[in-house]
């Protein structure tokens, strides 16, 4: 399948800073990108949908301010979460799918601490 | 929009029996039915999906089958194993592109030696 790579893998940071987390397609083009946090023991919640060079479609109760979303080319979209702060520490995702999939292929995944 | 319900919540077996985990969707416009397993601390793995022109698909010890008049898909494995132990998601999607996948709640399978 195709690869998608998530970095960092994991991160702290202190209360108040901001922090970037970037989705990369590897061979293809993601057309779509999607944001998850997983909370533990639970589902993925959908945070926000992007599309390249468009404005991201955020969830009802997800602060489009708090988190911010790039999809600026079709191999990268970078999550910001400004302004962190302990509630915030989880586990964040992507997943990339091209024009062509339906299928929807995810990062590793990014371990956020919010100390 | 859609939503997907998924039934177990856990699900616990013994080696070798069978577990069955199922989904119901609400879009009937939904065309696509992927499952995936996600272990601890990892990213959700695609094992197998569905579509809408299919009733059942097999893959070794595990299928899936849809009912799209009842609007559920179910996932089933056969001779469980120890590493089959971790979360299975169920997803619904309707058309292509810009289309989101709506995930179920998950299912923490348990098999026991």
């Known amino acids: 399948g195709a690869v998608v790579s998530q970095h960092p893998s994991w991160v702290i940071c202190k209360s108040g800073t901001s922090v970037k987390i970037e989705c990369r397609s590897l061979?293809?083009?993601?057309?779509?990108m999607f944001w998850y946090r997983q909370f533990p023991k639970q589902s993925l919640m959908l945070m926000a949908t992007?599309?390249?060079?468009?404005?991201?479609?955020?969830e009802q109760g997800v602060e489009k301010d708090k988190f911010l979303i790039n999809h600026a080319s079709l191999t990268l979209s970078t999550l910001t979460v400004t302004s962190a702060h302990p509630e915030d520490s989880s586990f964040y995702i992507c997943?990339?799918?091209?024009?062509?999939?339906?299928?929807?292929?995810f990062g590793q995944g990014t371990r956020l601490t919010v100390v | 929009g859609e939503n997907v319900e998924q039934h177990p919540s856990t699900l616990s077996v013994q080696e070798g029996d069978s577990a069955v985990i199922k989904c119901t969707y609400s879009?009937?416009?939904?065309?696509?039915f992927p499952w995936y397993k996600q272990e601890l601390g990892k990213r959700p793995q695609l094992i197998i999906d569905?579509?809408?022109?299919?009733g059942e698909k097999k893959d070794q010890r595990i299928a899936v089958t849809l009912n799209k008049t009842a609007k559920h898909f179910s996932l089933h494995i056969t001779e469980t194993q120890p590493e089959d132990s971790a979360v299975y998601f169920c997803?619904?999607?309707?058309?292509?592109?810009?289309?989101?996948?709506?995930f179920g709640k998950g299912t923490m399978l348990l098999v026991s030696p």
């Open positions: 992007s599309n390249e060079g468009s404005k991201a479609t955020y």
């Open positions: 997943s990339a799918r091209g024009i062509m999939n339906t299928e929807a292929f």
């Open positions: 997803a619904a999607l309707a058309g292509s592109g810009y289309s989101t996948l709506t």
């Open positions: 569905i579509r809408s022109n299919v």
């Open positions: 879009d009937s416009a939904s065309n696509y």
């Open positions: 061979d293809f083009q993601a057309t779509t």
